[in-house]
Each structure stands twice: as structure tokens, then as C-alpha cells.
């Protein structure tokens, strides 16, 4: 699971420089292929809460640490579902991994933090699958995790020269301290995601995605055609999208990580990439990625 070193880009292959050892052309961009998708949201509350004070104590010590105060009543008044249990779901969506299927990388994102710290999910998720794929989890980022995962899996592939990605995307919703009832980080549903996805690039730089301040510059990768999902952090146009002329799906609040890509697998489309786009309001950053959604669509 860890890593003490970043991975070393693999050496070009011959004939990639140019004469008298110029560079030669850069690489065209290339899309991700979404080939399988799995969408985890189970019905009725969770698991009633048991009292466990040296539970309850440690709670107490972290949030004073950042001065948040254990909320009890909240905790024990929500059903529990842990975000393991949650991934695992999605993973069963998914449906059964042959080796050669199996990921090399599996990024586990999410914005609102599981409430058990004594399992890691991209330790439990590492052992419900075949091979030894390296798998970490990537948070602090918003409702943005995603697109940030998305980004750090795909350069993980360039540089080891892999080729299957997983991306687990949980929203788990009980929480020891105050949670926010609205706006932009409310979690409604427990839910999970998962999407394997294929990169055919080799070294070619990830084409059709972008992250940053919502300015002009930002949208040159972006693809007026493809059909787009955005998440609720667009939903009322607080931030400036191009002009965009394919099927459009609006996801609302109360799943901040896993809305729009839930979303995702209902537009896939066989005709046509898929952009999924959010705005993080609290940041003020705006991120898109693109996906050939094209075999997922077929199924």
C-alpha cells in the first residue's frame, strides 16, 4: 500500500526523439475508457449505534484538538455504515475481477472523513481483489477528490506504464462532530462508486481534463459534443461553462463526492465521451474531466 518513493517514468521507447537527439512530436492526448461501472446506495438507516467509551473518549480528544466538540446525540441518533462497507458495496456493483482484469492502482476518494479509524479502505478494498495493485486514498480535496484521483491514477499509469485504474468514490455520512444540514458538503445518502478504467495512452498526456480557477483558459480541453454531467456544485450556474450542445445531466445536492459520478454511469454513451464537471464553491475551483464512456454504453 505504501510507497516511499515516487515512480520513475519509464525511458522512452527508440525513435520517440527526434534527429541529432531533438524532441520529437508531442503525443496527441488521450481519453480514459470507462469499461465497467458499479454504483453502490443501500436502502434504510444503518447499523444502531453501540456505546464504547474508549470510543467515545477518543472522539472527544481529536475534536478538541480543532476545537469540534463530540457530538453524541448526533452520533448515536445515525445509522452507521462504515465507508469500508460502503466501497465494498460498490466493488460487489462492479461484479467479480479476473487477474487479468484486476487494477495495477486503485485511488479511493471521498470529501467527508469515515467515522471508524480502525480500518483504512484502500487496505480492506486491496484485499477483495486478485494481484497486488498499489491503492491509496486521496481526500482534502472537496467534492473535487474525484477529479483528483482521477488525475493521480492516470499519472501513476504514464509513468509505470500500467494500464488498469480503479477509481472508488465513497460519500459516507455519519460523523462523531457537526455536520453541515445544506449546501454544497451535506451528505443525505451513504453511497460508493466504482469505475475501472482503462488507459491505452502510454506516456501521451490525459486529454479532455482540467482543474483550476473557472477562467476562459481553463475550458481549452473541453468537448462542446460530449454529453456532461455536472454536479450540484453547478447546478444554479455560479460558475461560467462554454457553450455546450449535448445532453445535459444536473445532479443535485446531498452526495458531494459521488453525485455526479453515480450520474456518470446513467449518460454513458456510446456515440460520444462523457464530461464530468463540478465547482467547489468553499475553494473556488472548478474541475472537468472527459471519458469514453463508449464500451460502458454498449452494455
Given at each position: 500500500m505504501f510507497r516511499a518513493t515516487a515512480p520513475v517514468r519509464r525511458p522512452a521507447p527508440a525513435g520517440a526523439d527526434g534527429p541529432h537527439g531533438t524532441p520529437g512530436p508531442t503525443p496527441a492526448a488521450v481519453l480514459p475508457r470507462l469499461i465497467r461501472a458499479g454504483a453502490h446506495t443501500p436502502p434504510g438507516p444503518g447499523a444502531p449505534y453501540r456505546p464504547e467509551a474508549a470510543r467515545e473518549d477518543f472522539y472527544r480528544e481529536l475534536g478538541a484538538l480543532y476545537g469540534a466538540d463530540f457530538d453524541r446525540e448526533q452520533f448515536a441518533a445515525s445509522g452507521r455504515r462504515t465507508s469500508v462497507e460502503l466501497a465494498h458495496g460498490a466493488l460487489d456493483a462492479l461484479g467479480p475481477l479476473t487477474a487479468e482484469e484486476c487494477p495495477e492502482v486503485v485511488v479511493v476518494a471521498y470529501s467527508a472523513p469515515d467515522f471508524d479509524h480502525a480500518e483504512l479502505v484502500a487496505s480492506c478494498v486491496k484485499g477483495r481483489l486478485p494481484g497486488e495493485p498499489l491503492s491509496f486514498a486521496l481526500s482534502d480535496q472537496g467534492v473535487l477528490a474525484p477529479f483528483s484521483a482521477l488525475r493521480v491514477a492516470v499519472e501513476y499509469a504514464r509513468r509505470c506504464g500500467w494500464s488498469r485504474l480503479?477509481?472508488?468514490?465513497?460519500?459516507?455520512?455519519?460523523?462523531?462532530?457537526?455536520?453541515?444540514?445544506?449546501?454544497?458538503?451535506?451528505?443525505?445518502?451513504?453511497?460508493?462508486?466504482?469505475?475501472?478504467?482503462?488507459?491505452?495512452?502510454?506516456?501521451?498526456?490525459?486529454?479532455?481534463?482540467?482543474?483550476?480557477?473557472?477562467?476562459?483558459?481553463?475550458?481549452?480541453?473541453?468537448?462542446?459534443?460530449?454529453?456532461?454531467?455536472?454536479?450540484?456544485?453547478?447546478?444554479?450556474?455560479?460558475?461560467?461553462?462554454?457553450?455546450?450542445?449535448?445532453?445535459?445531466?444536473?445532479?443535485?445536492?446531498?452526495?458531494?463526492?459521488?453525485?455526479?459520478?453515480?450520474?456518470?454511469?446513467?449518460?454513458?454513451?456510446?456515440?460520444?465521451?462523457?464530461?464530468?464537471?463540478?465547482?467547489?464553491?468553499?475553494?473556488?475551483?472548478?474541475?472537468?474531466?472527459?471519458?469514453?464512456?463508449?464500451?460502458?454504453?454498449?452494455?
Open positions: 480503479l477509481l472508488l468514490v465513497v460519500d459516507q455520512g455519519t460523523q462523531p462532530f457537526p455536520l453541515p444540514a445544506t449546501g454544497q458538503g451535506a451528505v443525505h445518502a451513504d453511497a460508493a462508486v466504482a469505475l475501472l478504467i482503462h488507459w491505452d495512452g502510454g506516456d501521451a498526456p490525459l486529454g479532455g481534463a482540467a482543474q483550476g480557477l473557472p477562467e476562459p483558459g481553463l475550458f481549452a480541453g473541453w468537448d462542446t459534443s460530449a454529453a456532461l454531467v455536472t454536479g450540484s456544485g453547478l447546478s444554479d450556474g455560479c460558475a461560467e461553462l462554454p457553450t455546450h450542445g449535448g445532453p445535459w445531466t444536473k445532479v443535485a445536492a446531498g452526495q458531494p463526492a459521488t453525485g455526479g459520478w453515480a450520474a456518470l454511469l446513467a449518460a454513458a454513451d456510446r456515440d460520444r465521451p462523457v464530461v464530468v464537471a463540478d465547482y467547489d464553491r468553499e475553494r473556488g475551483f472548478l474541475a472537468y474531466c472527459t471519458l469514453d464512456t463508449g464500451e460502458l454504453g454498449v452494455r
